[in-house]
């Protein structure tokens, strides 16, 4: 109730909801979602927006990039795989992974990542100082290539040399339609003054450090997920 009496309320739309094919995303870009779980990020979206044109209802949109850092739930990519390492497997995800032929040649995947403290800067300023009915991208030009992301996690929690990383890591069909990049630009965003201020390779020692600190801390959720998977694939 508080959040709904608020002056402003913000509605927080991660990009792959939105946008899906490989170019640069401003806020005037189509939605265009390519899956049911895009499609309920988009719905929330032209909900939201319909009370601003339709009653002058105060909101304002973000749209992020992949925001990672402690506390995150497991099903997302860099605390699924260091839950995996902390328990002696291999780097295995169903929904967001590579595929074989990525290793043959094909284009490979990347992610462009947002470290939570300079989400929530980005949140806060844009509450402070955004325009009321419009949309803003948050995210940063740190773009990591999920094969390079999962090495660097194996050498950082095994402690392995290169020549070991492979033996860490297990190579599974991907879900249909993934996108391979999600690069947004942050032009509005960075007039009202906000900076990523956190590296990649600070936020990634800061999240390694405390899932090691924390390793039980979603271990109900954490199971290895494969029977899942044998399901849908049967559905």
């Known amino acids: 109730m508080d959040y709904c009496c608020s002056p402003r309320s913000l509605e927080s739309v991660e990009d792959r909801a939105n946008y899906t094919f490989i170019r640069v995303f401003d806020e005037s870009s189509p939605v265009r979602p390519s899956n049911p779980y895009s499609a309920t990020k988009a719905a929330a979206e032209y909900l939201v927006q319909s009370y601003w044109d339709k009653y002058k209802f105060p909101i304002i949109i973000t749209r992020s990039n992949n925001i990672y850092g402690p506390r995150q739930y497991t099903e997302k990519v860099i605390p699924r795989f260091l839950t995996l390492l902390q328990r002696n497997k291999k780097c295995f995800k169903f929904r967001f992974l590579f595929l074989r032929s990525t290793i043959q040649g094909t284009l490979p995947k990347s992610r462009h990542f947002l470290f939570v403290d300079d989400a929530i800067n980005a949140f806060l300023l844009v509450l402070e100082k955004g325009i009321v009915g419009e949309i803003y991208n948050m995210g940063t030009s740190c773009e990591i290539p999920i094969m ?3 090495g660097e996690l194996v050498k950082m929690v095994k402690k392995v040399p290169d020549s070991e990383v492979k033996d860490w890591l ?24 906000w900076r990523a201020e956190v590296s990649w390779a600070e936020g990634i020692r800061q999240t390694v450090k405390w899932y090691q600190v924390h390793p039980d801390f979603w271990s109900e959720s954490s199971e290895d997920q494969e029977p899942i998977q044998s399901q849908l694939e049967k559905a």
Do not use: M, N, S, W
């Not at 297990?170 to 003054?193: A, M, N, S």
């Open 148 to 150: 390079q992301l999962a």
């Open 170 to 193: 297990e190579f599974v069909p991907d879900r249909p339609h993934v996108d391979l990049r999600y690069p947004i630009t942050c032009e509005k965003l960075q007039q009202l003054g």
